[in-house]
């Protein structure tokens, strides 16, 4: 098929207005996301890799394969100080040897939630406590939320301390998280640690456990908010039982692990996150996220963004340009 030059001159005219509108476009939907992300809260501006102190560089080389982590991370490192101040609150001490566990947490889309993923070292699973679903129902507590937290050691460890790196990681993108909030949250972790320990042989309680906590969790803090009303301890603890009963576990769950629940709930009514206009929809998301998983995988998808599944996206679509370019290109031989 042959065409004059004022056809291909007018052809190609087209062909680049065209190239030009879809840039155009591409760039005014770019501005438009950025503006909208500015508008809704994000944890986090940037992906961070946190190691423990006590964590030797050949460790450290395995543990970033194990994140599947790249240059676009920031590296920080969990100390004996850092715990102290996130965890302990000055009531007790560690050492930077003992800083073992290490985290990764990565932006997630505004309503994602929290979702926690723990990873095996080497084949064996060193968090021998913590759950998931503790990890990410806690973090939320503490105000952290839209992440993707994924945590793995290179020897055995309970994982108290894995959050450390994720409050340390928010403290190095300029967020300050309220102390009274992240006491509380420490609080919940150790308070549902023996009901877990006492249901080890159900992967689908530790779920359902914080699932319940997060909705009493979400029905203070409405209380709070749009009734102006403070709960009573019983009040609260018959919430709780109502919670765990909806869940079905109310009948593994002890009266004294509910007491214990119970008082951390209270101490969370006082706390500054409970009065956050932001808190009952972001618990919501990581309610939904918890609720129904099981085991250590919460995120079943690759966590980052520029995974090998999202960079094969890219080069599919840089692909059918290619092609599309190449037949203009046949138009005119």
């Keep these: 098929m042959k065409f004059t030059s004022t056809f291909k001159a007018m052809f190609a005219a087209l062909i680049a207005l065209f190239l030009f509108s879809a840039a155009k476009t591409q760039t005014v939907a770019a501005d438009t996301s950025s503006s909208s992300s500015s508008s809704t809260t994000k944890t986090l501006n940037s992906a961070y890799v946190v190691y423990g102190a006590g964590t030797s560089q050949e460790a450290r080389e395995s543990i970033a394969k194990i994140f599947e982590t790249d240059s676009s ?3 920080l490192t969990a100390t004996a100080a850092d715990y102290n101040k996130y965890i302990a609150n000055g ?19 505004p309503g994602s939630g929290v979702k926690v993923n723990i990873k095996d070292y080497n084949g064996t699973n060193n968090i ?5 679903q503790q990890y990410a129902m806690v973090a939320q507590m503490a105000g952290v939320t839209d992440v993707t937290i994924v945590v793995t050691a290179n020897r055995a460890v309970s994982g108290e301390s894995a959050l450390t790196g994720v409050y340390k990681a928010l403290a190095a993108d300029g967020i300050s998280l309220d102390t009274q909030n992240t006491a509380t949250a420490n609080e919940m972790l150790s308070a549902t640690q023996e ?3 006492a249901n080890k042989d159900d992967s689908s309680y530790p779920g359902k456990l914080m699932a319940a906590v997060g ?20 009040e609260i603890e ?10 079905g576990i109310a009948s593994q769950t002890s009266s004294t692990q509910i007491t214990k629940i119970t008082n951390v709930l209270v101490n969370f009514q006082s706390s500054p996150i409970s009065s956050s206009s932001t808190y009952i929809t972001n618990v919501t998301n990581t309610i939904n996220n ?4 099981t085991g250590n995988l919460m995120n079943k998808a690759k966590n980052w963004a520029n995974s090998e599944q999202a960079k094969a996206a890219v080069n599919t ?14 138009l005119f031989n």
């Design 73 to 75: 991370f920031k590296t």
């Design 91 to 109: 009531s007790s001490s560690t050492t930077d040897a003992a800083m073992i566990s290490s985290v990764a947490i990565a932006p997630g889309d």
């Design 128 to 132: 021998t406590q913590v759950t998931a």
């Design 195 to 197: 009901a877990i320990d």
């Design 215 to 234: 909705n009493v969790s979400k029905q203070i803090a409405k209380e709070k908010q749009q009734n102006n009303n403070t709960l009573s301890q019983s």
């Design 238 to 247: 018959a919430l709780l039982v109502a919670a765990l009963k909806k869940q």
């Design 290 to 293: 918890v609720k129904n998983s």
């Design 317 to 330: 679509a840089k692909s059918w340009f290619t092609r599309f370019v190449e037949w203009v290109k046949s």
